[in-house]
């Protein structure tokens, strides 16, 4: 409307010329040192011009002002030299004008808002009919209450409302983790911007309804309703938010303007799996126990509870959540009418704020201020669409368990159960491993098949020499179906003999000649291996056993004829790994679920005849598997890199280039090794790399300098390899990608639910690479092979990983980290119980408790703290100080 400037200039100095706190500077006192006092002006005019805006090329009239207000926005006050409100008045239109008031936080607060507006609606409808001022004079100033809070805390309320406080504080509680896009800087950034939305008022009257049915009020109903949310999003049960309170206890302060408002830490315990009505009644009673000792101002709160420094994040809560009430503020003001001008928000104080303002519009006004340094607009966007389904969700079931609340977006479910799975590929069901391999051998006899230093053998060479193995494994007696370890230095031979076991109709147990004599003996003890296979220099270093031992080099019986025919469903191999309670497990692999893997990796990353494989990895870890036999199953050559070779980048660097190779399979550390060394990498290298997490900067240097870099996971489990991602782009995530031919991966919440993208949960793998679980551990397979209630088929099972992963909205899956004590060092399986029970028995030692540093580089150190007999701690005590340090 026509706006009456001379009214407005006289209206907005009549605000300043009744509240003190608006001509306030804040100078440094004479009585302390860096103590500031405030210091009122007698007078202090506003300049209010009516400036024209200038609205340069391509630019519309809207973004031209809000150029210029964000301008004035950014520039600093000064807080001795003042003054801390500003005032902009742009003319856009004659009938159309964008008034700007900025004030310093040490002046002002969302109530003072309210109030400022209301004061100058009254004082210009007055003003602008030639009344004067229809406020009543204020009785106090906000100097005046200032001393009294400083006083009344002083005088003892101080310390009886930190006692609550302290007491609800013992120890020092997580901080809430949210899953963000980015790694969290080391210190905390304020760069922020803000999503907005609308809960509409169909919504808002039934969340009333709602909380009025227990005496609960529409901010308690939003504010559990936010804390279950983060408490999905997280996986923790103990949420603090923090809540702005106007702090105006006494009605004199009402109608002041100043800095009143006040943080409350709300924590709750969400345990339990109570309902949302359960919750929402321990959130009032969080609630109204924290409004009652609500005078302590946050800053003494959080000198008193003293937390861990850590400049990453706000002390004692990451969100805050506001409610603010503005129904009764009405919006014009005279003939003119008042709308807000909303700029878009470039500060973030916290993780994420959620603002909810009610009476801008019907419903509620949304906003969610998040950090850009941590999250992506779209990872926001999503957050608020599932609060809105949580909303709806919790109005139409309130008794529903928290953790049973909806979450999923429309045809969400769908996506993430079928249409991501939706991996079905034919591949030979009735084949076996040595059976592709045979194939091989008629289309190609004379064509190399494998090379070791200066040895080759062709394909029809490496069958006969394979059968040769098997021959005599019946001549000694052994029985198809049964278990045969397998422990060779680096060669030709290993490769020979471990097919020729597979041909013999029995399982390879491998066996690294490295292995401590103790885990080989246990290995033997528990798998009950029907044979060794070995060569005559390794017998020293093998423990006794009572199964017979055959070495290759030594010339033994054998006995032709043909071999016996099996099913995939026969055993190809058992791998151990490392056990929590103090010892290794053998997974069991039948052949079906390999083929499955070779398949699928022939085709994505992809491997033909024309291709060469290097083969470092040690037998002992089962993606060896996938460097033997999947060149020998599609034609091409294998390449198999000696002892010497695998921890030698130079040696490497040789074979590389001088064996002409186009696929190498390693670990990230083998990488690294590869990289830090003189290596120039090589344009037609497709790099395969798995076994633990690829980190991004490593992943950004091996892409730079091979053909294509894949991110290969996977489980020995659920054989080899489940998911793959090819990294091209140095900027994207270092993925884990989507699932192999014929595998379902879901992600899930300790309760079992499908986790909707964006909320991290446990992997769960199910399909055709799901193996038949640990050798004689039924317990122990039964509580990780679990049924697969997605798949709709009777009776199949999926393997609960224990790695925590997010899907993300593009179907892309992300490792984020291990659940338990699981780790990996240059590419072992570790789980660090194991370590400590092992510990636990030596007779000098009470507990030890063992944990994994990080030293960055791909470098993990392993250390363990020890209580010695005499000592009286106990392992979780110690775990638990640890934990703290
Ligand atoms: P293993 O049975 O030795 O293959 O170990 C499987 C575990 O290694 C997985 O459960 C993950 O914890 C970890 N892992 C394997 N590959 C990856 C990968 N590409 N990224 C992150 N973790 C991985
Ligand atoms: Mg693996």
């Known amino acids: 409307g026509e706006l009456d400037v001379d009214a407005l200039r006289q209206a907005l100095n009549e605000i300043v010329r009744r509240h003190e706190v608006l001509r306030t500077t804040l100078v440094e006192g004479e009585s302390k040192e860096g103590i500031p006092v405030q210091l009122v002006a007698e007078q202090l005019e506003l300049e209010v011009l009516l400036e024209e805006l200038v609205v340069v090329d391509g630019e519309d009239t809207a973004s031209a002002a809000r150029r210029v207000l964000e301008a004035a926005g950014a520039e600093p006050f000064d807080l001795a030299l003042g003054p801390l409100i500003r005032v902009r008045l742009l003319h856009l239109a004659s009938d159309d004008h964008v008034l700007l008031v900025i004030m310093h936080h040490a002046i002002s607060d969302g109530w003072s808002l309210e109030l400022f507006l209301k004061e100058m609606r009254e004082l210009y409808a007055a003003f602008r009919h030639g009344k004067s001022s229809p406020l009543a004079p204020l009785p106090v100033q906000y100097g005046d209450y200032a001393r009294w809070q400083r006083d009344w805390l002083e005088a003892g309320e101080l310390e009886r409302q930190l006692e609550y406080w302290l007491d609800k504080f013992p120890v020092e509680l997580p901080a809430l983790d949210m899953p963000t896009d980015r790694a969290r800087p080391a210190v905390q950034g304020y760069r922020g911007a803000a999503v907005r939305f609308e809960i509409s008022a169909e919504l808002v009257a039934s969340l009333e309804r709602l909380g009025g049915t227990q005496g609960a009020t529409l901010f308690m109903v939003l504010l559990t309703a936010y804390k279950v949310l983060l408490s999905r999003y997280t996986g923790q049960e103990s949420v603090s938010v923090g809540t702005p309170i106007a702090n105006r206890g006494q009605v004199q302060l009402e109608p002041l303007l100043g800095f009143f408002v006040n943080t409350l830490v709300m924590n709750t315990d969400l345990s339990g799996q109570p309902s949302f009505e359960a919750a929402l009644q321990r959130v009032q009673e969080t609630c109204l126990g924290a409004y009652s000792h609500q005078d302590i101002p946050f800053e003494r709160l959080v000198e008193a509870i003293n ?35 909303e700029l878009p928000g470039t500060v973030s ?36 669409e599932r609060f809105q389904v949580l909303l709806e969700g919790i109005v139409a079931a309130p008794k529903t368990a928290i953790g049973k609340l909806p979450l999923l977006l429309v045809n969400e479910r769908e996506q993430l159960v079928q249409e991501w799975n939706d991996t079905a590929a034919d591949y030979p ?48 007696g052994i029985e198809p179906a049964t278990l045969v370890a397998v422990c060779l230095e680096r060669s030709a031979d290993m490769v020979v003999a471990l097919l020729g076991v597979l041909k013999a109709g029995c399982a390879y147990l491998p066996l690294d000649p490295d292995f401590p004599s103790q885990r080989l003996s246990f290995i033997f003890e528990d798998a009950n291996v029907s044979c060794l296979l070995t060569e005559s220099s390794l017998r020293e270093r093998l423990p006794e056993t009572r199964a017979p031992l055959l070495a290759l080099d030594e010339a033994g019986e054998i006995e032709p004829g043909p071999l016996v025919s099996g099913t995939p469903n026969d055993l190809a191999y058992v791998i151990y790994t490392s056990g929590s309670t103090g010892q290794p497990k053998g997974v069991q692999v039948p052949h079906g679920t390999v083929v499955n893997l070779l398949m699928s990796m022939a085709e994505e990353p992809g491997f033909t005849a024309e291709d060469t494989m290097l083969a470092v990895t040690t037998p002992a870890f089962d993606i060896s598997v996938l460097e033997m036999f999947l060149p020998l199953m599609v034609g091409g050559r294998l390449v198999v890199a000696s002892s010497d070779d695998v921890s030698s980048a130079e040696r490497l660097q040789d074979l590389l280039s001088g064996k002409g190779i186009s696929v190498m399979q390693a670990t990230p550390s083998t990488w690294r090794m590869l990289m830090d060394s003189s290596w120039r990498g090589g344009a037609h290298l497709k790099a395969l790399c798995g076994g633990e997490a690829l980190p991004q900067e490593l992943a950004t240097r091996v892409a730079q300098s091979v053909g294509s870099l894949w991110n290969l996971y996977g489980p020995t489990e659920t054989t080899i390899w489940s998911s793959v991602y090819r990294f091209a782009l140095p900027t994207d995530p270092v993925y884990i990608g989507r699932p192999i031919a014929n595998t379902q991966l879901y992600v899930l919440d300790s309760n079992g639910e499908l986790c909707p993208f964006g909320v991290p949960g446990e992997l769960y793998i199910g399909g055709d690479g799901v193996t038949r679980g640990y050798l004689n551990r039924p317990e122990l397979t039964a509580e990780r092979f679990v049924a697969d209630r997605f798949s709709g088929i009777e009776g199949t099972r999926m393997y609960r990983t224990g790695d925590l992963v997010c899907y993300r909205d593009n179907g892309m899956l992300e490792y984020l980290q291990r659940l338990d004590d699981q780790v990996k060092v240059r590419g072992y399986r570790i789980e660090l119980g194991e370590i400590e029970s092992v510990l636990g028995t030596h007779e000098a030692v009470n507990s030890a408790v063992v944990v994994a540093h990080e030293m960055g580089a791909g470098d993990t150190r392993l250390v363990a703290y020890i209580v010695p007999e005499s000592g009286e701690m106990d392992a979780s005590t110690l775990r638990e100080h640890l934990r703290v340090q």
Do not use: C
Request: glycine share 6%; charged share 30%.
């Open 307 to 341: 937390p861990t420094r850590d400049p990453s994040r706000t002390p004692l809560f990451q969100t805050l959540f506001s409610y603010q009430d503005m129904s009764s503020v009405s919006l014009d003001m005279d003939e003119v009418a008042l709308t807000p001008f």
């Open 429 to 476: 069901r009735e084949l076996r491993i040595h059976d592709l391999i045979a194939a091989q051998v008629k289309r190609t006899p004379d064509g190399i098949a494998l090379e070791f230093e200066d040895e080759r053998l062709s394909y029809a060479e490496l069958d006969e020499r394979a059968n040769e193995v098997a021959y005599r494994l019946r001549g000694l």
């Open 349 to 384: 104080r916290t993780d994420m704020t959620l603002w909810l303002t009610r009476g801008l519009q019907s419903g509620l006004h949304g906003l969610l201020e998040y950090s850009t340094d941590l999250f992506d607009a779209q990872t926001i966007e999503g957050f608020i």
